[in-house]
């Protein structure tokens, strides 16, 4: 199984982003995204099952948008609005019946 991530960087706040994971090798049943903050844990962000439920994290609701595209087992996530909070390394992240698996990271850095 391989995760890789695309689309992070550096934007002004107010500003949006997109990110991209591709996974590869497995039938994935959820994928989605989480971020880790400097000295902080890693948090769901947003995931999202191969049907139409998703969840998020209540500080990105209404400003992110997590889609899939199932054909090409890639996950997106659009954000929206973004604020300094929202800088963090973001996490792809896919699970199967039999484990989950982690991309490599990207940055997103939202300036003040």
């Keep these: 199984v391989q995760l890789q991530a695309y689309g992070g960087g550096l934007v002004r706040a107010g500003g949006s982003l997109r990110l991209s ?7 994935f049943t959820i994928m989605g995204w989480y971020r880790q903050a400097p000295g902080k844990q890693r948090v769901l962000v947003a995931v999202k099952a191969t049907g139409s439920a998703s969840n998020y994290a209540d500080s990105v609701k209404g400003r992110f948008t997590i889609s899939r595209d199932n054909a090409k087992n890639t996950v997106y996530l659009q954000m929206n609005s973004l604020k300094p ?28």
């Excluded at 994971?21 to 039938?27: E, K, M, R, T």
């Excluded at 909070?85 to 850095?109: I, L, M, P």
């Design 85 to 112: 909070e929202d800088t963090a390394v973001y996490y792809c992240n896919a699970r199967t019946t039999f484990g989950e698996y982690w991309g490599q990271g990207t940055q997103v850095t939202v300036s003040s």
């Design 21 to 27: 994971c591709a996974a590869s090798g497995s039938i």
